[in-house]
């Protein structure tokens, strides 16, 4: 009796319990959890930051971004995910672990959670999605008008922010992912939304899908990323 209880003890140690349960308590599977801050937290958090303020990738919860990106393109891209990128899908559609219940609880909690109705502060953001091709000469200038003074000439890197030109970064993310990035920055780096940049000197819709273009065009042809849209991160 002495040694079974040493080694029940043993095998506690080891699995890391230190809990007893009733033998009837509930077990909840992984499916039917429909809490959204621990799918978040499990899911999410990871890249987004724990708190949606960003961290390896843009912070779900930042207000800017909610005004722009609609409820069914985060479900959308949290589903199904972004070829290319180091957004992955999590619907079990796609290969993924949640069901489509938990993208949707997902999706819905980010926007109840951190969204606020006046986050814009602008009558007329521009939209998430281009509307038409950007020109990537045009680009050239903007940039140097609205990024140069953090990002350097040439976009290679400044006094106050790192290169945007570089080739295993350009790889990784969609000209969608640029264009959210400029639309609503990354307050969390230090990096401004739209508005900005130039004081009093708005960026219009143009002016976005023109560096966006022009940035697209600094990624190596082996590397091109498809025109996606809908991406969150």
């Avoid at 722009?68 to 985060?74: C, E, G, H, M």
């Avoid at 949707?104 to 009558?123: E, Q, Y």
Wanted: charged letters at 20%; hydrophobic letters at 35%; a neutral charge.
């Amino acid at each position: 009796m002495r040694r079974r209880a040493a080694l029940l003890a043993a095998l506690a140690i080891t699995t890391g319990c230190t809990r007893e349960y009733p033998a009837d308590t509930p077990v909840v599977p992984p499916s039917r959890i429909m809490d959204f801050s621990f799918l978040y937290a499990r899911n999410c958090a990871g890249c987004h930051g724990p708190d949606g303020k960003g961290g390896a990738a843009i912070g779900l919860g930042d207000p800017v971004y909610l005004a722009i990106a609609d409820n069914a393109t985060i479900t959308r891209v949290a589903a199904d995910g972004v070829p290319g990128t180091a957004m992955p899908a999590f619907a079990q559609h796609s290969g993924g672990m949640l069901t489509n219940d938990q993208i949707d609880v997902i999706a819905k909690g980010i926007r109840a959670t951190w969204a606020k109705a006046d986050a814009s502060h602008d009558p007329d953001p521009p939209p998430y999605a281009a509307q038409s091709p950007g020109d990537p000469a045009r680009g050239a200038a903007a940039y140097n008008v609205y990024c140069a003074s953090c990002h350097g000439a040439a976009g290679r890197g400044g006094t106050r922010a790192g290169s945007i030109v570089e080739p295993s970064y350009l790889a990784l993310v969609s000209d969608q992912n640029l264009r959210t990035t400029v639309i609503a920055g990354r307050p969390e780096l230090g990096a401004p939304d739209w508005r900005g940049n130039v004081p009093g000197k708005p960026m219009s819709p143009r002016d976005v899908s023109d560096v966006v273009a022009w940035l697209s065009s600094q990624r190596p042809q082996s590397s091109a990323q498809p025109k996606l849209q809908g991406e969150i991160r």
